[in-house]
């Protein structure tokens, strides 16, 4: 297979989703074919369908795609629960129509899931170009302000055209890979707004190496320590078939700026999920959190999330699990995952089903 193959195929790997071309774009019709398929109904905001709908974004100073779900017998009178819904990386909001929606749809039709809107935005480093771009995390850095994209911008639109709920507790950010870990992130630090957390192979603990400074290896509470070093760009976080390798450099200099070491450092503590439940005092009861996740990550998210499930158990925090013993970081372990976090939603939005 040829190098750009590889690419394709690792970074397909890492969002989770199927090898697919990298400038592949939803034609027109298609968004109309897959409603046909729906009980619900996707609605456009984006430049993929034939026009440009896309929503303004103050904190990034320009146009994003979204797509919003609405579920089956939507009523404008009525308000309904939130879920927003944040991809992987080297994805954008189209994984949401690949991988996500039917699913859902299927859910809320058969009544597994009480009715919800959906919200799925793009959170790639630069819009349209393709599942070969390094992602953003869905945070403030050097690359822009995704972060206050998703909570000013996104946030308000949504609430402002679509009738949601009022209470946080019907609030829920949802993500995989990146966008799990981004939705640990935000709703750690917006709790004011969100109660209900849950991810696929979240990156929960960026920070993660045992205590020989080995990142591949598996997490030991007895063997701990914490990265301090990130001028290692050629390190290697992730690896394919014993021989596709993801070296750090990928996932950090979109981001941050290694030439200072000390700023970068202290920039990545600050937006590390597992640091920020000590930082900002999150307290059992504030969040309801779901992680799922494989025993065989290719990118040993396992020890990540293992490390945070260690923290949040000694701080007191209740957190929902599902685990699949020889999973990996692939569409088909979220599969196998996914009714299980499922049924954990479907008991926090019922009370606040329209």
Known sequence: MKTAGWLTLVLALFAGVAPARADWRPRPFELDRLNRKLSG??????????????????ALNEKRDLYVYLPPHFDASRSY????????YAQDEHSFLDDVV???DEAMACGKLPPAVV?????????????????SFFINSKAGRFEDFLMDDIWSFVHRHYPIRPEREAHVLAGVSMGGGAAFNVGI???????????????????????????????????????????RGREV???????????????????????????????????????????????????????????KDQFNIDAQVESFLY????????????????????????????????????????????
Request: some cysteine.
């Open 41 to 58: 109904k996707v609605v456009d905001h984006t430049n993929s369908h034939g026009s440009d709908r896309r929503v303004w974004s103050a």
């Open 81 to 88: 629960p939130l879920i927003i819904w944040l991809h992987g």
């Open 102 to 104: 039917e699913r859902l």
């Open 119 to 135: 919200a799925a935005p793009d959170g790639s480093l630069r819009e349209r170009s393709g599942r070969r771009t390094p992602g």
């Open 189 to 231: 630090k917006h709790r004011d707004r969100v109660k209900v957390v849950a991810g696929f192979f979240p990156p929960l603990n960026t920070r993660w190496v045992d205590c020989h400074g080995n990142y591949l290896a598996n997490f030991d509470p007895d063997c701990w320590g914490w990265r301090t070093d990130t001028s």
């Open 237 to 295: 976080v992730g690896r394919f078939y014993g021989v596709v390798t993801i070296r750090l450099r990928r996932l950090l200099d979109p981001l941050y700026d290694r030439r200072d070491p000390a700023t970068t450092l202290q920039e990545i503590i600050r937006e590390n999920p597992i640091e920020m439940i000590d930082r900002l005092g999150l307290t059992e009861g504030e969040l309801d959190l779901y992680v799922a996740y494989g025993g």
């Open 311 to 354: 923290r949040a158990k000694e701080r007191g925090l209740t957190v929902g699990v599902g685990y699949e013993p020889r999973g990996r970081h692939d569409l088909a372990t979220a599969e196998k995952l996914f009714p299980g976090m499922l049924e954990w939603l479907a008991t926090r939005l019922a009370p606040y089903a329209p």
